[in-house]
């Protein structure tokens, strides 16, 4: 059975007597312990099919199934949120356990899961300070450890890496696959960078801009770990790389004429 | 690197330095030219004779009374209008029939200087030390309660969204991001209150009192002490002061993060 069931789903949003239709016809089967990046120029509704995913929206029509095994307690989602998403008025250790402390779990628990995740992204002796002490990628990396120490089914990316520079990008995307290979949860990835999605996932959606469609499923069965260099390198990922560019370069062409 | 440090001390010393001369030329230069006759020294006593007449005050016991009555009627008038200040700011922040409903009533009362709404306290609440209290509160009022419903409501979306993601029940939404969100703009209100609230006192114990700085100054004006007068200004410039400390200091301690 599928872990996430999307049907028929569109999102129009109205502005006084215009509307935008943001979204439409989405029918998808996301698996168990798939890492999915959802990839396409900006403005196609990628974010959108994110927030209706984190029930930050609401869908104009169809539906979303996630199938949870029904005893468990943890919560179904969680998100990793575009920079900035960091609690300014928390400190790194009061961020990461901020799901916890929501869900009132008790103290040990929480304490505990914070501690791992926390010495996991590399941040304990970080612990104590607020994030206008931190870097960029500090930042992202307490994002990060907040959305896995909530320990939900499945976790919704907005871009996490897109503010960082090139090398910080790297690190933290290595962090990132060494976590999930060991908790193997559901991902849904956003990106618009195609390298990205190449070294991250086991399957890439690319979309349409403006209405947002799924244009094309890409399975993509690369051995892991893989490393950025094999991404720029191997001629089977070079294959694959142009064959999005094209798909992309089409799209982005299309909006233009519109 | 000791060079440097030197330097700094030296960078620090002699902003210190500039910071604390202006003020004592001023006064140098008052002694000087009211000594001298260039200055009316019925009008403008040398500071050394302000400063005698005020230990002379001060060891009749007169002046530590009119002191105490005025600090007691801002203090308690301060919190009469903070408090409520910040519940009702905070609603109306949060909830936006809480904000239509109240902000008229704001808007009416706002633009109307307390001072002149002082006959219509005098017939609530009589003649005593509560009257001045509530036109304290009044004054108080609007600075902080504007404050804290624009704090509120500048929050950065993306936070209200980390909370609601990560399933924030009402109480926990309030006390760890709207309050502590709201916290930096309502403090600039309170410090707006705080001048306006000394401003007030004195002007209502010129005007309806027979007890506090305020009187203290008027009395000795109309008596023709101006050496005492001038003792009355010095206090109020002196408590100014210290308030704004006071709260610089509170500040630091409820915003680390800032």
């Given at each position: 059975?599928?872990?996430?069931?999307?049907?028929?789903?569109?999102?129009?949003?109205?502005?006084?007597?215009?509307?935008?239709?943001?979204?439409?016809?989405?029918?998808?089967?996301?698996?168990?312990?798939?890492?999915?990046?959802?990839?396409?120029?900006?403005?196609?509704?990628?974010?959108?099919?994110?927030?209706?995913?984190?029930?930050?929206?609401?869908?104009?029509?169809?539906?979303?199934?996630?199938?949870?095994?029904?005893?468990?307690?943890?919560?179904?989602?969680?998100?990793?949120f575009?920079e900035n998403g960091v609690i300014p008025w928390l400190t790194?250790?009061e961020n990461?356990?901020f799901?916890?402390k929501m869900?009132?779990?008790?103290?040990?628990?929480?304490?505990?899961?914070?501690?791992?995740?926390?010495?996991?992204?590399?941040?304990?002796?970080?612990?104590?300070?607020y994030p206008k002490e931190?870097?960029?990628?500090?930042k992202?990396?307490?994002?990060?450890?907040?959305?896995?120490?909530?320990?939900?089914?499945?976790?919704?990316?907005?871009?996490?890496?897109?503010?960082?520079?090139?090398?910080?990008?790297?690190?933290?995307?290595?962090?990132?696959?060494?976590?999930?290979?060991?908790?193997?949860?559901?991902?849904?990835?956003?990106?618009?960078?195609?390298?990205?999605?190449?070294?991250?996932?086991?399957?890439?959606?690319?979309?349409?801009?403006?209405?947002?469609?799924?244009?094309?499923?890409?399975?993509?069965?690369?051995?892991?770990?893989?490393?950025?260099?094999?991404?720029?390198?191997?001629?089977?990922?070079?294959?694959?790389?142009?064959?999005?560019?094209?798909?992309?370069?089409?799209?982005?062409?299309?909006?233009?004429?519109? | 690197?000791?060079?440097?440090?030197?330097?700094?001390?030296?960078?620090?010393?002699?902003?210190?330095?500039?910071?604390?001369?202006?003020?004592?030329?001023?006064?140098?230069?008052?002694?000087?030219?009211?000594?001298?006759?260039?200055?009316?020294?019925?009008?403008?006593?040398?500071?050394?004779?302000?400063?005698?007449?005020?230990?002379?005050?001060?060891?009749?016991?007169?002046?530590?009374?009119?002191?105490?009555?005025?600090?007691?009627?801002?203090?308690?008038g301060f919190l009469l209008g903070v408090i409520p200040a910040i519940c009702i700011g905070l609603l109306m922040g949060m909830y936006k029939y809480f904000r239509h409903f109240f902000s008229p009533i704001v808007m009416i009362f706002m633009p109307?200087?307390t001072?002149?709404?002082?006959?219509?306290?005098?017939?609530?609440?009589?003649?005593?030390?509560?009257?001045?209290?509530?036109?304290i509160a009044i004054s108080v009022f609007f600075p902080v309660v504007i404050n804290t419903a624009a704090g509120v409501a500048n929050i950065d979306r993306i936070y209200l969204d980390v909370a609601k993601n990560y399933?924030a029940n009402a109480k926990d939404f309030f006390f760890r991001i709207a309050l502590p969100g709201a916290m930096p703009v309502m403090l600039e209100g309170i410090q707006m209150g705080q001048a306006i609230a000394l401003?007030?006192?004195?002007?209502?114990?010129?005007?309806?009192?027979?007890?506090?700085?305020?009187?203290?100054?008027?009395?000795?004006?109309?008596?023709?002490?101006?050496?005492?007068?001038?003792?009355?200004?010095?206090?109020?410039?002196?408590?100014?002061?210290?308030f704004s400390i006071i709260l610089r200091g509170l500040e630091a301690k409820l915003l680390p993060w800032k």
């Open positions: 059975m599928a872990k996430i069931e999307i049907k028929q789903l569109s999102k129009r949003f109205n502005k006084g007597n215009k509307y935008i239709d943001a979204l439409s016809g989405i029918d998808l089967k996301i698996e168990d312990g798939e890492f999915v990046c959802l990839l396409g120029p900006s403005g196609c509704g990628k974010t959108t099919l994110l927030r209706i995913l984190a029930s930050l929206e609401t869908p104009t029509t169809g539906n979303i199934t996630i199938h949870s095994a029904a005893a468990k307690k943890n919560p179904t989602q969680s998100m990793v575009q790194v250790e990461v356990a799901g916890l869900r009132h779990l008790p103290e040990e628990i929480t304490r505990k899961q914070t501690d791992y995740y926390i010495e996991k992204v590399g941040l304990s002796n970080f612990r104590k300070l931190l870097s960029g990628g500090m992202q990396r307490v994002s990060i450890a907040r959305a896995f120490a909530n320990d939900p089914d499945i976790l919704l990316m907005d871009e996490p890496f897109a503010a960082l520079d090139e090398q910080n990008k790297f690190i933290l995307q290595e962090e990132l696959l060494s976590i999930w290979q060991e908790t193997r949860k559901t991902v849904i990835f956003i990106t618009h960078s195609i390298d990205e999605a190449l070294l991250l996932s086991d399957r890439i959606l690319l979309m349409s801009a403006q209405p947002g469609r799924i244009m094309k499923d890409i399975k993509l069965d690369l051995p892991r770990p893989r490393s950025i260099e094999q991404v720029r390198s191997q001629s089977e990922i070079t294959q694959r790389f142009l064959e999005i560019w094209e798909h992309l370069q089409e799209e982005v062409k299309q909006t233009r004429l519109i | 690197m000791h060079n440097n440090i030197f330097q700094l001390i030296k960078k620090v010393n002699l902003q210190q330095f500039i910071t604390i001369s202006s003020p004592l030329l001023l006064l140098l230069l008052w002694e000087i030219c009211s000594n001298t006759g260039i200055l009316d020294s019925r009008f403008f006593p040398p500071p050394t004779l302000i400063i005698h007449t005020m230990f002379q005050l001060g060891e009749s016991g007169e002046l530590f009374s009119h002191v105490s009555i005025s600090l007691t009627r801002i203090l308690l109307i200087p001072l002149a709404m002082l006959p219509i306290i005098l017939i609530l609440f009589g003649i005593g030390e509560f009257s001045k209290m509530v036109t399933q401003l007030t006192i004195v002007a209502a114990e010129m005007i309806g009192a027979n007890s506090g700085i305020g009187y203290l100054i008027w009395m000795n004006y109309k008596a023709f002490l101006l050496p005492e007068m001038y003792v009355g200004l010095i206090l109020i410039s002196f408590f100014g002061y210290i």
